[in-house]
């Protein structure tokens, strides 16, 4: 068996190309990106999805992987990775904002542990939400649909270098201002309560100057924070499923699935 050197490059690019943009979603993407997942398991799982779909995938441009055209298609394909995963980042950076919020609100801001999404110190009821919206993200199938929607943008999206257009990049950016908005309709309810609690020991304090407002309020503060917090989690999570499905909607359009 003989094989020209343009032959060999030929399927070495349609191996590399996909598993680059596959790998590049497995960096950003939630859950997979976390320091608890080894890089020799994002590794194995990106090699196997692209065994997968490397017979699947139209044909390939007719471009030397090491040339100026080449570095180009290499560049779209990391990018489109990158974005893919990111878009669904922006949405539990959302729940740790509204956490970090809730937390400054009910006075546990000083209560910290290491987030293993990023390894940064977040309070730890923004880590309570981040759990338990990571469980709901994967109760639906979330990071499976998103695989999905991967592997069909190399047929709506093929590997070429026309890759992510310029309205897709404005979305991203026209979405990623909602983010802000979300994380505080996440953690409004409880803001807006706890706020009315400080209110009422503040005219408590005025009223009663000898009473150590500090001792009895900060308790009463901190068990209503847990209250509320048991109350709207329910509420909490059908927003947050809200954002998941905006997240997916902005993703689709980008890929146009």
């Not at 993407?29 to 017979?55: G, K």
């Not at 209560?111 to 109760?139: C, E, H, K, R």
Request: proline letters at 5%; aromatic letters at 10%.
């Amino acid at each position: 068996m003989n094989f020209t050197e343009a032959q060999l490059l030929s399927q070495t690019a349609a191996f590399i190309w996909p598993l680059l943009r596959i790998s590049a979603m497995f960096v950003s993407v939630p859950l997979f990106s976390i320091r608890a997942v080894p890089a020799r398991i994002r590794l194995i799982l990106s090699v196997a999805l692209t065994f997968i779909i490397m017979p699947l995938l139209p044909t390939m441009p007719a471009l030397e992987m090491f040339s100026y055209d080449g570095l180009l298609v290499t560049i779209q394909q990391v990018m489109i990775g990158l974005i893919t995963g990111f878009v669904l980042q922006m949405v539990f950076a959302a729940v740790v904002f509204a956490g970090q919020a809730v937390a400054l609100s009910m006075g546990l801001g000083f209560s910290t542990m290491v987030d293993p999404q990023n390894g940064q110190q977040v309070p730890v009821v923004a880590q309570f939400y981040t759990m338990t919206t990571t469980l709901i993200f994967l109760a639906m199938d979330g990071h499976l649909l998103l695989i999905q929607m991967l592997m069909d943008s190399f047929t709506s999206l093929p590997i070429g270098i026309d890759g992510i257009a310029k309205a897709g990049l404005w979305s991203i950016i026209t979405w990623s201002s909602h983010m802000f908005t979300g994380g505080l309709l996440l953690a409004m309810p409880l803001m807006i309560s706890l706020l009315l609690v400080n209110i009422s020991f503040g005219v408590a304090a005025r009223a009663a100057p000898q009473l150590q407002i500090f001792s009895v309020g900060f308790p009463v503060t901190l068990m209503f924070g847990l209250l509320l917090m048991w109350l709207t989690l329910p509420d909490f999570l059908e927003q947050f499923s809200g954002l998941l499905t905006g997240a997916y909607d902005v993703i689709e359009q980008i890929l146009r699935v």
